[in-house]
């Protein structure tokens, strides 16, 4: 199964699901941002990719604008090469509005991430040609005031489908691209690589996500996340 059918179907499945309260808004990109996804798998999506980075879900200035995982702006038009037409989603929220590739704001975690990318690989193909960055969940929730509300702090029972769907398209996904490494982006999303890719052949690891919130990133993350990748036995990054 390709990435992009991959893709297409996760983004039918979380489109029907509903929550209630704390949850206000959600954003679906797979939806409205479909165009500069598909893009993204296209490009750089074909197998094999020795590493698979999984991130958690869409950031409001990242992924929620361009459809890109960690996609920061900049990173996704000027250094991959990708930028597209952006609809709006359902029910947006005035204090996240959707700009697409026109949004001025930058998001901290996409800067490092593909910084990062950027200063070890130089050019976008280097990178992918041993990477590839992917979402767990492509779904942004969001409270009435429009703060962002992870998936792990979902009811169970809400919790419970849209971890099913994901479940089982991260599976789809690493089985497409046969990695050696499979890297949660954050301690959340290793943990539902170890439940989802149960009896795989894949080496499942952590780094430190890279979002200002987490102290341990604003002291360095970059050197960090270069010895938390040589201590999975990721050493030769260029």
């Known amino acids: 199964m390709t990435l992009e059918r991959i893709a297409a179907e996760l983004a039918r499945e979380v489109e029907g699901l509903r ?11 797979l939806a409205y941002a479909w165009e500069p996804h598909r893009r993204y798998l296209q490009r750089y999506g074909t197998p094999p990719r020795e ?21 920061e702006i900049t990173a996704v038009r000027d250094w991959m090469g990708i930028a597209a037409p952006v609809g709006q989603p359902r029910h947006p929220h005035p ?27 130089g050019s976008a193909e280097g990178f992918f040609e041993r990477f590839f960055v992917a979402n767990y969940c492509p779904l942004m929730f969001m409270g009435v ?15 419970r489908p849209v971890f099913e769907a994901c479940d089982r398209a991260l599976r789809r996904t ?15 999303a290793a943990d539902r690589a170890r439940a989802s890719l149960e009896g795989l052949t894949v080496q499942i690891g952590a780094i430190t996500h ?29």
């Open 145 to 159: 005031g429009g703060q962002n509300l992870t998936p792990d702090k979902l009811k169970a029972a809400e919790a």
């Open 95 to 121: 204090k996240r509005p959707v700009l697409g590739f026109a949004c001025t704001r930058r998001e901290v975690s996409g800067q490092r991430l593909w910084g990062w990318a950027r200063k070890a690989f």
């Open 174 to 188: 690493v089985a497409a691209l046969r990695p050696r490494h499979v890297i949660g982006v954050g301690r959340f």
């Open 210 to 238: 890279p979002s200002p919130a987490n102290p341990k990133a604003n002291r360095g993350w970059e050197p960090l996340v270069r010895r938390e990748l040589a201590a999975l036995g990721i050493r030769s990054l260029n």
């Open 19 to 29: 929550f209630g309260p704390p949850v206000a808004h959600v954003y679906n990109p």
């Open 51 to 71: 590493i698979v980075l999984v991130g958690m879900n869409p950031g409001p200035w990242g992924m929620a604008q361009t459809g890109v995982p960690f996609g």
